[in-house]
């Protein structure tokens, strides 16, 4: 080879390794750009970054993991890191890296970590496995994503939800709170939790509920009741504001009686009020909280649980308060109703024995003195004995007790001297048969009502009542129509049938002005049978119509009550025949209305009727228009 041939070779050569160098600067330069980019992207990237080696050595942290750990590359490079990872978890990782299939390298783990400050964090890690030739481990890239706060947001709403959904479980007030406490405990993760309500009479706190990692401190602090200025709590009902205290001094005097007087000693402590609409009726309060310090996020879950639950606790303390009165009502109740019993008893007899003399008394005056001069003062006190046994019947019908013990007791005393009975009235009076006399009496004074139920033709039986009514209101010029449609039999005992039918019939007579009219009607109702009485009488106002069945009742003025015979216009009523047939109507099973309109010529419970259609017809002013409808329906009898 000549040396010109040499030399060209050689600058070939030479050219080709130039072109070599020069590509080769290009991929370096390419490669350190790519390296720039990577740890701009490194640096700015918004999640923790941390990179190890094949010894597991931290060789790189983003500035995003000393953002959110604390610690600087400089303090872990060259390190297992360890001091982030809690003890309990530091061979999670590795235990997870052995358990992947072959030819997988990516892995998701779901773990905690710790702050430089001891702060334990819940976090989501993804993690990218370099591996060599024998596919071991030679490095690898870990990025985390902090799930702290949404764990926490999940929780708080979950608790939340689960509370509300509680509420209506919880009727009694200790249960419910007890269960929020619970609640309250659980989530914040606290020693102890509770909910005080204030005393407002005796400006003290009494703890309703608390739940404590101690069950015996719990159930001390139970039985303390705390003066509102000897607590934090105290003030936050005054301002209404809740309060934060991450550590409370123990040198305060405060501070050092309520630990003394509750046995243990509070750290740091979180209350917040319980608003309803007028008032604070007391606060819940959690505290030690265990991991970290209270922070506004607890603030705002705490201040959520109280307004969820503080209605509930008002209408849990008026719903016992309301049970209280309720039972102390039922007491009175009772009482009342022996009470009148009693009373019932008692007039029973005088009255009796009353009318049986003056029976006597009538017959020995007539052979003394005309009868003129004492035949009205005597009806007059039969009436009025006749009234006193009338409301006696209503008023024991009314409170239901259905069992007389005189009857027993007189009648075994009268079947076991009846033949002496007997004698010695045949000789002071010479009657005979006067046992069967002296027994219906006996029967007649003490019998209960019989209340078994019958089937009843209502058609004959309202046709019936009517006509023996009608004599009783024949001085009175009162038109009383009937249309009673044939209907199939209802079932009812006689005895509060027969008194409906006719305390409606004479309600009627005694509030319809002579001159007027009266219907009674008996039809078939839907899958009933309806008694009907109309009529033509002054009416009711609306006040009146409004308590027309609580009782005792009159559609009277006081000044105007007088007391008339049966029957009579304005007779004047005792008020509590209405009452006595809605007891019936719930007692038996069957409905009644009433339907009024006001006389216009009366339209004040003032105004005085004349009692007669032409002496109203006479006076000036809107006609008489009056009139009731009483409306009383009665379930068939099965077939």
């Known amino acids: 080879m000549t040396q010109k041939t040499c030399c060209e070779t050689l600058i070939r050569q030479i050219n080709t390794l130039e072109a070599r160098l020069k590509e080769q600067e290009n991929l370096w330069e390419k490669d350190r750009i790519a390296a720039r980019h ?41 390190t297992h890191g360890r001091e982030y990872i809690p003890v309990h978890l530091q061979s999670q990782l590795a235990t997870k890296i052995k358990s992947l299939p072959p030819g997988k390298n990516v892995l998701k783990l779901a773990t905690r970590r710790l702050t430089k400050t001891g702060q334990i964090l819940d976090m989501v890690v993804r993690v990218g496995i370099d591996r060599d030739e024998d596919l071991k481990p030679a490095g690898m890239v870990m990025v985390f994503r902090d799930v702290t706060m949404e764990k926490r947001i999940d929780r708080n709403q979950s608790a939340i939800n689960r509370i509300s959904q509680a509420l209506p479980q919880y009727p009694r007030l200790p249960q419910l709170l007890q269960y929020v406490s619970g609640e309250i405990k659980e989530l914040l993760g606290t020693q102890g939790a509770n909910v005080m309500l204030l005393d407002e009479d005796e400006k003290e706190f009494y703890v309703l509920s608390m ?15 705390f003066k509102v200025d000897e607590l934090l709590s105290g003030q936050v009902v005054k301002t209404g504001k809740p309060l934060i205290m991450t550590s409370l001094p123990e040198d305060q005097q405060l501070h050092k009686n309520r630990d003394a007087k509750i046995g243990y000693r509070v750290k740091n ?50 719903s016992e308060e309301l049970e209280k009165a309720n039972e102390e009502l039922k007491g009175l109740n009772a009482a009342k109703d022996k009470m009148i019993s009693h009373l019932s008893h008692e007039l029973k007899t005088p009255v009796a024995v009353l ?109 019936r009542r009517i006509k023996a009514l009608r004599p009783l209101f024949s001085h009175r010029d009162v038109d009383l129509s009937t249309r009673l449609s044939p209907v199939p039999p209802i079932l009812m005992p006689l005895d509060p049938l027969h008194k409906v039918v006719d305390g409606l019939i ?110 109203c017809d006479r006076h000036p002013g809107p006609p008489c228009d009056g009139k009731t409808r009483v409306t009383v329906v009665f379930t068939l009898t099965a077939d």
């Not at 015996?216 to 009741?225: A, F």
């Not at 003025?557 to 008020?575: I, L, R, V």
Request: proline share 4%.
């Open 38 to 78: 990577h740890r701009r992207f490194l640096q700015f990237i918004p999640y923790p970054v941390l990179i190890r080696n094949a010894d597991g050595l931290i060789t790189y942290l983003n500035p995003a993991f000393t953002q959110t750990f604390g610690w600087t590359l400089e303090e872990l490079k060259g």
């Open 355 to 463: 009318l049986s003399s003056i029976k006597i008394l009538s017959r020995r005056l007539k052979d003394h003195l005309p009868e003129d001069a004492w035949r009205p003062t005597l009806e007059r006190m039969q009436r009025n004995l006749k009234r006193l046994i009338g409301i006696e019947a209503e008023v024991y019908d009314i409170v239901e007790k259905k069992s007389f013990h005189h009857k027993p007791v007189y009648s075994l005393i009268f079947d076991e001297c009846k033949d002496t009975i007997e004698a010695l009235i045949a000789e002071d009076t010479g009657e005979t048969g006067v046992v069967q006399k002296v027994r219906k009496k006996l029967d007649d004074t003490f019998s209960s009502p019989d209340h078994e139920k019958k089937q009843v033709r209502l058609d004959r039986f309202v046709a």
């Open 211 to 225: 739940v404590h990692d101690d069950p015996t401190t719990q159930e001390r602090v139970k039985k303390i009741r």
């Open 506 to 615: 004479r309600n009627a007579v005694e509030n319809t002005p002579d001159g007027c009219s009266i219907h009674v009607l008996v039809n078939k109702r839907g899958k009933g049978v309806a008694f009907v009485v109309q009529d033509q009488g002054i009416g009711l106002t609306r006040e009146a119509q409004k308590r027309i069945f609580e009782g005792f009742f009159t559609t009277q003025e006081t000044m105007q009550y007088s007391s008339k015979q049966p029957f009579d216009f304005n007779a004047g009523g005792k008020g509590a025949d209405l009452l006595r047939m809605k007891i019936f109507s719930e007692r038996f099973n069957f409905k009644i209305s009433m339907t009024s309109k006001r006389c216009s010529s009366l339209p004040e419970a003032t105004d005085i009727c004349p009692g007669k259609k032409p002496a």
């Open 269 to 318: 402590v979180m209350v917040v009020p319980l608003h309803t609409n007028t008032r604070i009726i007391g606060v819940i309060s959690a505290d030690n909280k265990k991991e970290g310090a209270f922070d506004q996020t607890d603030l705002k879950t705490l201040s959520t649980i109280a307004a969820t639950v503080a209605l509930s606790i008002e209408n849990a303390r008026v």
